[in-house]
């Protein structure tokens, strides 16, 4: 059984203090432990959440990082740096990443594989956009972006990565995809990898969906077989509304 992730990505919102009072409110919540409880923040606060969240189930990642280790590139932070924080996530090739810094499928694979390299856990981001759905290249799309960030990947790795599933016309528009039509792509992405690799490895790897999840549809998206959780944007910016969707999705049975 894949143990169900719900990860929010907290994007450019809360300085540490705001951050601190979210975790601390966060812990009053009893979190089940059958799922995994991740909140990606922005960097300056990653030191602070991981100190505030030691032995209390709640995982903590990075937005984004860069693929070399050091080097004279301004602004940008390393995976060794990361590491070095104690965060055991990053999430990577973020659609918002992709359109207004112009990542290419070549940089989120040598992203994805240094973070393998440093012993973080990579959420790699796929998705359309809403002219390649309407012109029914969702599935083409999707797949390219797949393999490319997965290549050279060895299969522990592979199973180690966690794919987000986030179609780019339902972030933060409030159009969410129907539960369906998200397995439907989920189900093709765990398929996409067993063809890369071999069935057992693609049973292995954790398929999150994202787009506009809130808590009153996440239990639908945690229902289809391929759906293993959710990154989560709006909705995961005040503590009840993140502790429901963990809540909502330990209690979800499968179809």
């Given at each position: 059984?894949?143990?169900?992730?719900?990860?929010?990505?907290?994007?450019?919102?809360?300085?540490?203090?705001?951050?601190?009072?979210?975790?601390k409110?966060?812990?009053?919540?009893?979190?089940?432990?059958?799922?995994?409880?991740?909140?990606?923040?922005?960097?300056?606060?990653?030191?602070?959440?991981?100190?505030?969240?030691?032995?209390?189930?709640?995982?903590?990642?990075?937005?984004?990082?860069?693929?070399?280790?050091?080097?004279?590139?301004?602004?940008?932070?390393?995976?060794?740096?990361?590491?070095?924080?104690?965060?055991?996530?990053?999430?990577?090739?973020?659609?918002?990443?992709?359109?207004?810094y112009?990542?290419?499928?070549?940089?989120?694979?040598?992203?994805?594989k240094?973070?393998?390299?440093?012993g973080?856990?990579?959420?790699?981001?796929?998705?359309?956009?809403?002219?390649?759905?309407?012109?029914?290249?969702?599935?083409?799309?999707?797949?390219?972006?797949?393999?490319?960030?997965?290549?050279?990947?060895?299969?522990?790795?592979?199973?180690?990565?966690?794919?987000?599933?986030?179609?780019?016309?339902?972030?933060?528009?409030?159009?969410?995809?129907?539960?369906?039509?998200?397995?439907?792509?989920?189900?093709?992405?765990?398929?996409?990898?067993?063809?890369?690799?071999?069935?057992?490895?693609?049973?292995?790897?954790?398929?999150?969906?994202?787009?506009?999840?809130?808590?009153?549809?996440?239990?639908?998206?945690?229902?289809?077989?391929?759906?293993?959780?959710?990154?989560?944007g709006?909705?995961?910016?005040?503590?009840?509304?993140?502790?429901?969707?963990?809540?909502?999705?330990?209690?979800?049975?499968?179809?």
């Amino acid at each position: 059984m894949r143990k169900p992730v719900i990860a929010g990505n907290w994007k450019m919102h809360k300085t540490i203090d705001e951050a601190l009072r979210f975790v601390k409110e966060l812990k009053e919540t009893e979190l089940p432990q059958d799922v995994e409880t991740v909140l990606c923040a922005p960097f300056l606060a990653l030191p602070a959440l991981v100190e505030e969240t030691k032995n209390s189930g709640i995982g903590i990642g990075a937005q984004n990082a860069h693929y070399e280790e050091q080097g004279a590139y301004t602004g940008e932070v390393s995976l060794p740096m990361l590491k070095a924080t104690g965060v055991q996530y990053v999430i990577l090739g973020h659609s918002e990443r992709r359109a207004y810094y112009n990542e290419t499928d070549e940089d989120v694979n040598k992203k994805t594989k240094a973070a393998h390299a440093h012993g973080l856990i990579p959420i790699v981001c796929v998705g359309e956009v809403l002219e390649e759905r309407e012109s029914g290249k969702t599935m083409e799309v999707v797949a390219a972006q797949v393999k490319a960030a997965v290549e050279g990947l060895s299969a522990d790795e592979m199973k180690k990565t966690i794919i987000a599933y986030e179609p780019v016309w339902a972030i933060g528009t409030g159009k969410a995809s129907t539960a369906e039509d998200a397995e439907e792509v989920c189900s093709f992405i765990r398929s996409t990898i067993s063809d890369l690799y071999d069935s057992s490895v693609a049973e292995a790897v954790r398929i999150q969906y994202g787009g506009s999840v809130k808590p009153e549809n996440v239990a639908s998206f945690m229902k289809q077989k391929n759906i293993d959780g959710a990154l989560v944007g709006g909705a995961s910016l005040k503590p009840d509304s993140f502790a429901s969707l963990v809540s909502q999705a330990s209690e979800g049975e499968k179809q």
